[in-house]
Every structure is written in structure tokens, then in C-alpha cells.
């Protein structure tokens, strides 16, 4: 199995997977990211991690994604903004021709890891986020 290791551009998480066509399937190539992800109009995180591309078919790779980030929350007690630290792990697929649950390939061969990534982290935000489990939460003026 041969491992090829690319380090992207700190500003984005576009990646040319033109070069998964050179391999056999089979043949993983290794991405690096590091940068920020909006994940709404209010909120930015800062996200790194790996990322491994394998070809499966001729329109399909499987991106493995490995990731940390720290994510801005406010304390369901106490309301107080607090980072929330997230180490996750995810299996993606993108086509050419994609399904509605697949990503794209875009025609000049290249992913978006920027969507899944911000998929993943919403997904697993806390329902009930709390700055620390022992939070007094907010007092009361008497």
C-alpha cells in the first residue's frame, strides 16, 4: 500500500485528486489541512487534520477524515462562550456523479473537504453544552 503525504495550502481545504488517477485503486494519497471553517454566520472554527483519499472506482474516492477542532459554544447554564474541543473521525464519499448522500468531484477533479468537515462538527456539537460539568449556571440578584 503506498502512502503519498501533501500538505494543502493553510487557507483552504480544496484538494486535486487528479493524482488518485495515477494509482491503482487501492493506492492511497495522505492530505494535511489546517484552517478555518465557517460553520454559520456567526461562528468560525479552526480545523486540522489528515485526510485519506483512496480511489474506489473510476468516479468514486473514499476521503477518511481524522480531525481536530476547537468550537466556539455558549454554556447552556451560565451562558458564557467557551471553546469546546472535538476530535473526530469520519468516512466520506465523493463521486462525480454523486448520489444525494455523496460529495461531489467537480470537473477539474478536485474535493471540498470543507462541507463534510463542517457537517462533522455540527452533527457532534453538545445538545446540552456546558462550560464545565460542575456550572452554577447564572445568579440571581436579589
Known sequence: MRMVTVMTEPSTFLVSVQ??????????VLYTFDGP???????????????????LADDEILAELALHALTPLACARCLRTFEHEMMLEANEVFNRFPE?????????????????????IILNEPGFPLCQADCPGTMELS
Open 19 to 28: 493524482t488518485l488517477w495515477q494509482y491503482a485503486a487501492d493506492e492511497p
Open 37 to 55: 471553517i465557517t460553520l454559520d454566520e456567526q461562528r468560525t472554527v479552526h480545523a486540522e487534520g489528515t485526510v485519506k483519499l483512496t480511489k
Open 100 to 120: 444525494p448522500e455523496q460529495f461531489p468531484i467537480s470537473a477539474r477533479l478536485q474535493i471540498d473537504l470543507a462541507a463534510p468537515i463542517r457537517q462533522l
